[in-house]
């Protein structure tokens, strides 16, 4: 008989991409998902994408009788459910950690204390926001792994990091591939919930012996972000302002770097990690090893979409907790799962504007920003 799949956050961007993944290679998938008004609109329909062979059981992830109801004969549970949005986490600190923190303690909760489940794996949604700035290497000092920018320096528009030992009598730090054994230093309310998350999926799967797999998102894109969402990743921001031909307004210089990773690969690392078992109980970046910078971006979505006429504003801001470069070293989940990125930029970008096109996103940019304003955030 198919393996159950739970796949909470199951109607989401990423959400959506496993559960296709899951469905095409004959799993019984069932989804959980509260269509939380901020991705799929104040109506909460279920979104067309949802893929018809998969069973949508609407509710939160802290109902605990809607989660039992749901754990029902299920083998395995891929949770990716979760408030997404570094910015508004340092607002609305109470909801995030209630959401994410508790979220994942209700699951948790449910499975240890029910003896007639049947949970055979748990994989967690974690990110590369858990480390906060990246792993860097000092001419003089080799590998250091710097904590935020002082808010002085960034006050003067310096924006790449000098080394946390020597300082300026240093050339700027020059970006490592990022790997686990980097410490995490989360610098958002965002951050810090999804390291609990991954430490509490861990710490309580290995007490029971329920392999369990931490994945450490990098940047993840492609179609079925959700444009109209201003809280989101900057490649679907992006995308709107293009699609309302307004300009992309790009923070600091725009050189600074990320690792994009599209959403099919990290479908991909989901089933590796439910059908092997080399990474149990570990944490993996997932990733494509490669550094991308902002203005890339922008520029590579300006010309995807035809919009090359309409260049990006620079603003010279910057947004608080913001890191300056990481990008992952995927060497982990190469070797424990044999895991490729099959996508690259190009064609990921290509993919993305295609379906956005097809798309009319509302631009809700200037609502997010005022309110990050208004907070203090961005300055
Ligand atoms: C993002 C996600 C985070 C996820 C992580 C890894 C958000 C808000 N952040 O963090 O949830 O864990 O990736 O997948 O979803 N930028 C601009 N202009 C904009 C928006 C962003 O210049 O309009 C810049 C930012 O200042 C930053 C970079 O783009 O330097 C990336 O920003 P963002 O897409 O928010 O990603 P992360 O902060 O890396």
């Known amino acids: ?27 019984s998938v069932v989804i959980y998902d509260n269509l939380t008004p901020q991705v799929h609109g104040e109506a909460q329909h279920p979104p067309d994408y949802l893929n018809k062979d998969a069973e949508l059981i609407i509710g939160d992830v802290r109902d605990r009788e809607a989660v039992e109801k749901c754990l029902k004969d299920v083998d395995v549970v891929v949770h990716l459910a979760a408030a997404v949005g570094v910015g508004q986490s340092m607002y609305m600190v109470r909801e995030y950690v209630d959401v994410n923190a508790l979220g994942t303690a ?26 906060g700035e990246g792993k860097y290497e000092c001419a003089k000092c080799g590998v250091v792994y710097p904590r935020l920018r002082p808010y002085e320096q960034l006050q003067r528009r310096e924006w790449e990091l000098y080394c946390p030992r020597c300082g300026k009598n240093s050339p700027p730090l020059s970006p490592l591939p990022t790997d686990e054994e980097k410490p995490q230093f989360p610098a958002s309310v965002y951050a810090v919930t999804k390291r609990d998350q991954e430490e509490m999926v861990l710490s309580t799967c290995w007490s029971y012996k329920i392999p369990a797999v931490a994945m450490r998102f990098f940047n993840v894109f492609g179609h079925r972000q959700a444009l109209s969402n201003p809280y989101t990743g900057v490649a679907a921001i992006f995308s709107t302002r293009l699609l309302n031909n307004k300009p992309p307004v790009i923070f600091e210089d725009g050189r600074q770097s990320r690792d994009f990773v599209h959403v099919s690969d990290v479908a991909q690392a989901v089933l590796l990690a439910i ?95 005022s309110e990050l304003e208004q907070h203090g955030l961005t300055f």
Request: aromatic share 6%.
């Open 1 to 27: 008989m198919a393996e159950k799949v739970l796949v909470t956050g199951g109607a989401g961007f990423i959400g959506s991409h496993v559960v296709d993944l899951l469905v095409e290679r004959g799993y």
């Open 106 to 131: 209700t699951l948790l909760d449910v499975i240890v204390n029910n003896p007639r489940l049947r949970v055979r794996k748990i994989i967690v949604a974690s990110s590369m926001s858990t480390y």
């Open 275 to 369: 059908q092997r078992s080399e990474a149990d109980f570990t944490a993996l970046n997932v990733g494509t090893g490669r550094a991308v910078s902002i203005l890339e971006i922008a520029k590579r979505l300006a010309e995807a979409l035809g919009k090359q006429e309409i260049r990006p504003l620079f603003p010279q801001k910057f947004r608080a907790g913001d890191i300056r470069h990481c990008f992952a070293d995927i060497s982990r989940i190469k070797t424990l799962l044999g895991f490729e990125p099959k996508v690259d930029l190009t064609k990921g970008i290509e993919i993305l504007a295609d379906w956005a096109r097809s798309q009319q996103p509302e631009d809700r940019l200037e609502q997010a920003t």
